[in-house]
Antibody, heavy 118, light 107 residues
């Protein structure tokens, strides 16, 4: 059974960089069948796709966040990561990592709340 | 960007009711569509992929239909555990997008 777990600071100051890592267990991240995605959800609001990355490091970003987002992947550790720069209060959200296969995200992490506050 | 529009934004229904949720894409996405269920404080769970294929383990009262730009999620007989928020998501473009969500509430 594939399991994903997000990790990283729960509090980030405005203008700083948000960094999160997703650790995948129960399956290899090193597969051309999947992409690995980040999705965020501000409190009380809907889901927003942030970006995706393949095992080769090919990246796809949300147009609205593209200038501030960087995804990376470490196949040796079975992890992929998110960096979001110049954060503001509007970036406060629960961040989920997920596996994207075909047309859907079939495995999700439990999510981690990141609050942007001084 | 492909925009996904869900309707209604919320629906009140009773146990045993048939519930339908619509999702419209701003351009043709063929059958590259998924439906998710999300309960408060939890990660979304995929119900339907490729517009109409039922994810393993999902009850058969859930079904999906449609292709092109118009899609529907149907719950044939609403159960107490189905009260949740439902999202559609297109996977045609490498830039993924979600619908705004439909909250299914107890009447």
């Amino acid at each position: 059974q594939v399991h994903l777990q997000e990790s990283g600071p729960g509090l980030v100051k405005p203008s700083e960089t948000l960094s999160l890592t997703c650790t995948v267990s129960g399956g290899s991240i090193n597969s051309g069948s999947f992409r690995w995605a980040w999705i965020r959800q501000p409190p009380g609001k809907g889901l927003e796709w942030v970006g995706s990355i393949s095992y080769t490091g090919t990246t796809f970003y949300s147009p609205s966040l593209k200038s501030r987002v960087t995804l990376s992947i470490d196949t040796s550790k079975n992890q992929f990561s998110l960096k979001l720069t110049s954060v503001t209060a509007s970036d406060t959200a629960v961040f989920f990592c997920a596996r994207f296969y075909g047309s859907a995200m079939d495995y999700w992490g439990q999510g981690t709340l990141v609050t942007v506050s001084p | 960007d492909i925009q996904m529009t869900q309707s209604p934004s919320s629906v009140s229904a009773s146990v045993g009711d048939r519930v339908t949720i619509s999702c419209r894409a701003s351009q043709d996405i063929s059958r590259w569509l998924a439906w998710y269920q999300q309960k408060p404080g939890k990660a979304p769970k995929v119900l339907i992929y490729a517009a109409s294929d039922l994810q393993s383990g999902v009850p058969s009262r859930f079904s999906g239909s449609g292709s092109g730009t118009d899609f529907t999620l149907t719950i044939s007989s609403l159960q107490p555990e189905d009260f949740a928020t439902y999202y559609c998501q297109q996977g045609k473009s490498s830039s993924l997008t979600f619908g705004g969500g439909t909250e299914v509430k107890i009447k």
